[in-house]
């Protein structure tokens, strides 16, 4: 109301100029026309003064009428005009309220009252404000209210001066009249308004009192808040008086603004000081847009039209106080009133809020129902996030703002209430205003969560360093906070997001990781591994694996593992410690030391020691290695010993020898094996190792010290002592050996005793007997050995202690009398010499040892022996001389005396050419048995007769034969005798093979006719028989060395076959001995490398022929034609009317080798005779298994026709590919077929029925099948490779059969037989190349399902002049998607124009996910008119688009819950499993084909993205959410329910999926799938990068990727091996037949390298990508 001061003149003159307008007129103006004019004249006039009151007054009087039953408060309306007001003066705005009992004055510093503030307030229904903003009031009234109160109100501001005067039951004119008056108070400043209102006094005295105390509430009811929403005034006063005008009580609202801040100080200074208040407000103003208009306010054309109501400013303010300990700032919590420019009431809110609402009459609340309100609610929302970060620029409230945050039970809230509730808590989401506990960074409420105390340490400080990613809440955030956050989406710090901290923990190292460091406070390690536990405690099986899948055990060794890599166990069994080296995964004993962790330890598997354990860890320690023996150090050993040795009480029964299983370590510090080294204990024993080796400088092994320090005397709970441990169980010894630790020989300290120290050796041999003797007794060896051991005897001289003789008194005697002087072989013992008898300590030698010590033969023989030795070879001249050898009667032979030169030792019995002395005087002389040795030593020894040799056996052999009396046996024996003494120079072999020849020594006996062969004459033939040849081998089967090795008797081999073959006419050999020749002959073939030429086997009669009249065999030659029967069944039957070769077809079979260097494979039936194929009538229909169609792998067959040089290659190339690709594959009810053969110019033919087969070699190429599944495998598995390969080897000209290469067939095979997707992996690992010149062009149909055996599909008109072959009845899946979709059409073959099987030139888009790469460039052209009907796209009518792409969404979602990731050896269809008719999620929804609608093609990419979201998060331990789905498009999800609040990713967008495999759970899936290499990504934790592209066509669309991702792809490629770049992984998932029932997922992991392996297909033109189909 500001304006220039003027006069009181013209202010009296403005006043009355408004009282002139208002038609009133006073009363001495009416007195002075009176006196002017006539009586009529004054009625005139009168008059028309009541009809213009009339006129005017209605409205008036509406409002005098509507003005005591209003609602509306006239303070608040006071204050409200006064802030309106204008202040230029510099002070601060304030109004005071004085408060009498029948009047109030109102006093403002404004700028005054100008004639339009006077007009304004003199009208009805107009104000100086607008209606679209600001606090009008209650409609029609404003201003007025006063009158609700007064009857009177008398205004002074400036120079104006005048009076409203309005009772009870007026007409109301005198509420816009104004009454000029003097100015009641000369005194009253200028720059002052005052305003006085008389209270009414006309009614009830109790009416009046009451009335005054409505007056009274409304000024007690006024809050210092309301100076934050008032938008000039800085003071309200307001005081209350008495009758007398004292003072009897006030209130004072101040309030100050904060410099360089939105806060504000709002103080209260009352009367009484104890409620005296001060608080900061922080205040938030936000523009509220796209408003309703007010349902309560009437707007004028011009804001109707600029829709300035659509605006409006919100103000929020949010109480603070100092905190009196830390006198910081936190925030005042007590509900808040709402403010609609005036105060509406407290709703509970810890907020001031401040808003344009429409209120209700009563203004206790806003009207719920208002489309305005709705609008300020959400604006509100706003303006609270708004506020939050305000707040968080403050040092204390960015911790505490939150307890401003209504919680849903703290108060009943309804209606638009409780939606702002909601929709606080939905911003808040997505809110970065959460402080991280490490970094103090900004995340959003779902980033960070609350730690539970059991994740702090006894500092309460986290137990684990924060993720990367942060996901800590800082601790400065109090817990009642963080109670209050919870009900906003705060969540616990999840048991996985430890597990991945521990695992980033155990990343770090020793230095920087808590667990790993052994020395860490123990403290720390209980609270760590007590939270660790409550996995276990509440059987989180995920968690578990994850905790078992972490190197979270620390071993003996310094080492890290995880228990699912191995066992792993406690280091101690008791006190015992289980030794290292022995691989077993032992606990870092420190780990074991804290009770928490042991627990941890148990919960994960680690073993602890118990008794099958401790058999195991024995059996390792004594396990031998398969390689060179493993030495462990000293220390380990003794560990070791320690451990065998302290738990020998689990194991009692072993009591096995270790000696050759545990290694000990000598004095010298060199570790062996006591049973390859002897180990002795020391002692005092003069012949033990101590004192008779070790001390006289002789090798010997003693345990080393250490044992017998470190390790107990005696076993715990034991009486058994280590020394007898020791040699109880690894052989550790007291004594020296007498035998070897093998027990197969004299010990070597028994031998070098023997030989170095012989006068000590029967002192040694004494001491040891008592404890070995039994083992030299058991064992003759044993006891030979020793008994030819060297003792001294008299003279020095030493002899075989079997030979000696104890120097007893009456030996000597004897000895004495016999050979006087001359040396005799008595040991040299001083204890023995000269006694009468043995004595018992020595009695072993003579009694074990041989040693003699009677006077009997022995002693005698011996003598002589002596005697020879003294007097030379003079005694055996004699023997020779006088025949002095005694032979007694044996068998037939009468006794004889002979001589030593006619006598052999050791010979057969029946030897005919020497006399056998052993054999005779063994068998003639039973009593002198035990006396042989000392016989032998006379024969052998002392006349020097030999034992029998090869030249024996000659004069045998030579003998027997002359004889000619002789048996088998015999022979036989000789033979055998023969094959042992052969000799071994090779002139005695020259010899032995001559002396063989020229006798003809082999004996024989042929069917009972005994004969005398050369060797030359004989053959070592295992197989057949060969004329003219002995086959020693029949009777001498196991002397196979002697014949052919020694004897030279030549074997069996293919040229004496051949030639034995070659004579079989003239040797008139039968049949059956010719075929058995043509087997072996075979078998030498099988092996052969350079086997002869065939022709003069050919030309001779050889080949057994069967005859089909007679049945006859006979020998032909290979001139005679003849077939070779190689098949069974309708071929077979070709026998009995055409010659064959007389085999079986196994035998055929396993005369391959035979046949094919005989160059007759051209003979075998199956290669002869000719198929004729006819297809008879029935119905014909496409072939049901796509990858069973044969123009789907056109370019592969094509590949092989290259490789194979097929004629139809070489004559046309691009023709045979349009053959094949335009081949038209059909399965059929009926194929009949015939067989012919043709012989000698007769052909004969066979009618063999039903057939698998017919290739029409037509235009087009058709091939058909067999309609049952048996037939057409048995068709696809060996009749069409076969067939197929022979077409292809055809001369298309002449019509010639060409030669088929081996592998051919097989490589058909497999190609016709395989899924389309794995042909060109096929090709490549056959090493079949691309065709040069001719790329491979898609046909374009969506292989689904392959293979499959019960899809149908319709055949296109356009099959070459056939026509349909099937009635078009569409199936349900066809009738659902409105059109023939791809799926289910015969695309006919590609022209020039039609690259890669798709269209060249669309009329449609291709759906994109980023749509900003493709323009209307791509959408050039009309369809090629060869094309089949493109893919169909959604054209949602506009009045039901949100229902139709919700269903469609809904289908979407419905399919991947039920889908899982295809893998990656499968094909690419993953379509609806298992659905029921009427099971199809997209039935309902639209098809239409569309060309520029950016808006469906980004509802399309969006559909794939979600179909994709949906799959990932469905999959359990992925923890995939909302976060990971970073795509821009993604709000259009929003149709759906569950996604109704979701909106476009804020953040800058890498790719539409981003995931961090905290835990490697995705890259474990992608490598059981396939995609990823386990050799390269076990163990790996990537990032995907994952982006989405979805068509409703086929895979083979399409699809566009930007330079952004094509750069991406590019910098986070794999490499060939899948071994680079191991932080990041990018892939392409392909949706495609979105809408369809076929609609299915392809996955390409690391687009750049899929693209160098040709699977993906990038062209230049805007990144347009082509998956190959490869």
Known sequence: MSGPAEG????????????????????????????????????????????????????????????????????????????????????????????????????????????????????????????????????????????????????????FSFDFVHRKGDSGMGMITPIWQERSDPAL?????????????????????????????????????????????????????????????????????????????????????????????????????????????????????????????????????????????????????????????????????????????????????????????????????????????????????????????????????????????????????????????????????????????????????????????????????????????????????????????????????????????????????????????????????????????PLQDGSWVSSDSGNTFYPKYDDVAVPNGLGMRLVHPMATRNEARCAFFDNL???????????????????????????????????????????????????????????????????MYPNVADFYISNDDPYGAELFLRRKSRQVNCVNFRYSEELPSVAPDSNHTLHQWMHQHLGIRQHLRLVSPDRTSLSVECLNTARTRAAEFLGFLGHLWPFEGDIVLTAAPLLNALKRTPVLCIKGKRERLLRTHLPLQSLLDVHRRFLGDEYFPFIQSSELSGQDQVPHQWSFLVRNLGVGHQDNVSFRLQLLRSLKEANGDAGMKTFNTYKLIFV?????????????????????????????????????????????????????????????????????????????????????????????????????KQEMRESFETGALIYFDHNGTPGWHKPSECVWSDSTHIHGKIAVNAQY????????????????????????????????????????????????????????????????????????????????????????????????????????????????????????????????LSRCMREISRVGDGVQRPISQPHRDLRRKAYALLRIAAAFNSPRYAADAEGLYHVLRTAVTLECGVISSSLSFEQDGVIHEIEIGQSELHIGDTNPLTIYVPNDTESQECCFKFDLPHRFASWMMTDPTTGTPGKIEDGTVNVVNSILNCLISTTGRILEKEGIPNVPGISETLVPILELHEPAESTTMAIAADLGGQGE??????????????????????????????????????????????????????????????DSIPPPQFHIPEQQSASQYRRLLEGVVTLARRTSLPNNFEDISTAFQGLLIGDDPFEGVYYSHTSHDWGHKKRVGAAGELFVFTILSCIQGLEFDLQNWRSNIRGYARVLPEYRELGAWPGRETSDLVYDDMNGAFTRLMISLGYLNADHWAGKWPRYYIEVKCTTGACETPCIV????????????????????????????????????SMGLKIYIDPVEQKRLGKLAFTSEKYSVVPTGR
């Not at 030639?1059 to 040797?1067: G, M, P, V, W, Y």
């Open 8 to 159: 009181e003149s013209n202010a009296q003159r403005i006043i009355e100029e408004i009282v002139r307008n208002h038609g009133f007129v006073q009363e001495s103006t009416l007195q002075l026309i009176n006196s002017l004019v006539s009586q009529e004249a004054r009625r005139e006039v009168e008059a028309a003064l009541l009809a213009k009151d009339i006129q005017i007054g209605s409205s008036v009087r509406t409002l005098a009428s509507n003005l005591y039953t209003s609602q509306a408060r006239f303070v608040f309306e006071l204050l409200q005009n006064a802030d309106d007001n204008q202040y230029t003066r510099g002070q601060d705005p304030y109004v005071v309220f004085r408060v009498y009992p029948d009047r109030i004055v109102i006093e403002c510093n404004e700028d005054g009252f100008t004639q339009q503030n006077l007009t304004a307030i003199c009208d009805i229904g107009k104000s100086s404000k607008t209606g679209s903003q600001g606090y009008i009031g209650e409609k029609g009234i404003g201003f007025k209210s006063v009158f609700m109160a007064a009857w009177r109100v008398h205004i002074q501001s400036g120079n």
């Open 189 to 553: 400043p200028f720059e002052l308004t005052r305003i006085t209102l008389y209270l009414h006094d006309q009614s009830d005295p109790a009416d009046r009192e009451r009335d005054r105390q409505i007056i009274n509430q409304q000024f007690l009811e006024l809050q210092d808040t309301l100076l934050l929403f008032l938008r000039k005034l800085r003071k309200i006063e307001v005081s209350f008086h008495d009758e007398e005008g004292s003072q009897t009580k006030g209130v004072i609202f101040t309030l100050s603004r904060i410099e360089d801040s939105d806060a504000a100080v709002i103080e209260r200074t009352c009367t009484d000081p104890a409620q005296n208040r001060k608080l900061t407000y922080h205040i938030v103003k936000h523009i509220a847009r796209g408003l309703a208009r007010s349902e309560n306010r009437d707007l004028s054309d011009a804001e109707e039209a600029t829709r300035s109501f659509a605006t409006s400013e919100i103000v929020l303010a949010f109480p603070v106080i100092e905190d009196p300990v830390t006198e910081e700032e936190v925030p005042a919590i007590e509900p808040q009133e709402v403010f609609a420019f005036l105060p509406v009431k407290k709703m509970g809110f810890n907020f001031l809020i401040q808003a344009d609402f429409v209120t209700l009459a009563n203004r206790q609340d806003i009207v719920m129902t208002s489309r305005r309100n709705q609008g300020l609610i959400e604006a509100i929302a706003d303006a609270f996030t708004a506020g939050v970060l305000q707040l968080c620029q403050h040092q204390t409230l960015e911790y505490q703002w939150m307890r401003y945050l209504p919680l849903e039970n703290s108060y009943p809230w309804d209606g638009l209430w409780k939606d702002l509730i909601s929709s606080i808590k939905s911003k808040l989401e997505d809110l970065a205003v959460f402080r991280s506990l490490e970094r103090s960074t900004c995340r959003t409420i779902k980033d960070l969560f609350y730690r539970k105390p059991v994740f702090n340490d006894q500092r309460g400080a986290p137990l684990f360093a924060d993720l990367p990613s942060e996901v800590y809440l800082s601790d400065s955030y109090a817990p009642s906070d963080i109670e209050i956050l919870k009900n906003f989406g705060l969540g616990n710090l999840s048991f996985n997001k430890i597990i991945a901290m521990v695992r980033q923990d155990l990343r770090a190292g020793p230095g920087n990781s808590r667990i790993k460091g052994l020395n860490a406070d123990d403290v720390w390690h209980t609270r760590a591994y007590e939270a660790f536990n409550i996995y276990w405690e509440h059987g989180w099986s995920p968690s578990i694996r994850s905790f078992k899948e972490l190197n979270i055990i």
């Open 605 to 671: 598997g680690v073993h602890r020691i118990d008794a099958p354990i401790v058999s195991n860890i024995r059996e390792r320690i004594l396990r031998q290695p398969t390689g060179p023996p493993m030495i462990v150090n000293l220390q380990s050993s003794v560990e070791r010993m320690r451990f065998l040795f302290i738990t020998q009480l689990l194991h009692p029964e072993e009591e096995g020898d270790l000696s050759d299983k545990f290694m000990v370590y000598n004095h010298l510090g060199v570790a």
């Open 888 to 988: 007694p009667q044996w068998k037939s032979k009468p006794a004889s005396w002979t001589k030593p030169n006619d006598c052999l030792w050791d010979a057969p019995g029946d030897f005919m050419t020497m006399v056998p002395l052993k054999e005779i005087y063994t068998s003639s002389f039973y009593d002198l048995r035990t006396e042989l040795g000392h016989r032998t030593g006379i024969f052998r020894g002392i006349l020097d007769i030999d034992n029998i040799d090869w030249p024996d056996v000659i004069d045998e052999l030579e003998e027997l034969k002359r004889q000619q009396s002789i048996t088998g046996e015999v022979v036989r024996q000789l033979f055998g005798i023969l094959s042992e003494k052969s000799p071994t120079e090779e002139n005695g």
């Open 1037 to 1164: 089967s196991d002397l196979k060395d002697l014949f052919v090795e020694k004897l030279r008797v030549p074997q069996l081999d293919l040229t004496m076959v051949f030639d034995q073959l070659l004579e079989a006419r003239s040797l008139n050999l039968p049949v059956s001995e010719v075929k058995e020749l043509l087997k072996t002959l075979n078998s030498f073939l099988r092996t052969e490398s350079s086997p002869p030429s065939p022709s003069r086997l050919l030309n001779a009669r050889i080949f057994p022929v069967r005859e089909p009249s007679s049945g006859n065999v006979a020998l032909c030659t290979s001139n005679t034609q003849f077939a070779l029967v190689d098949r069974e069944g309708p071929p077979s039957r070709f026998i009995v009317v055409v010659r064959v070769l007389d085999f079986t077809l196994q035998e055929i079979r396993h005369l391959k080798p035979l046949l094919a260097w005989a160059r007759l494979e051209s003979r075998y």
């Open 1365 to 1426: 072959l099937l009635p078009r009845t569409p199936s349900r899946s066809q009738e659902n998607e409105r059109f023939s979709s791809p799926e289910s059409t015969f695309s006919p073959p590609a022209t020039p124009g039609f690259q890669g099987g798709m269209e060249s030139t669309p009329d449609h888009p291709t759906p994109l996910t980023d749509p900003g790469d493709y323009d209307s460039e791509d959408d050039r052209g009309t369809p090629n008119n060869n």
């Open 1602 to 1637: 930007s330079q952004n991702q094509v750069n991406l792809m590019e910098s986070t490629t794999n490499g060939p091996q899948g071994s680079e770049n191991q932080s990041a992984v990018y892939a392409l998932f392909r949706v495609f037949g979105l809408g369809r029932s």
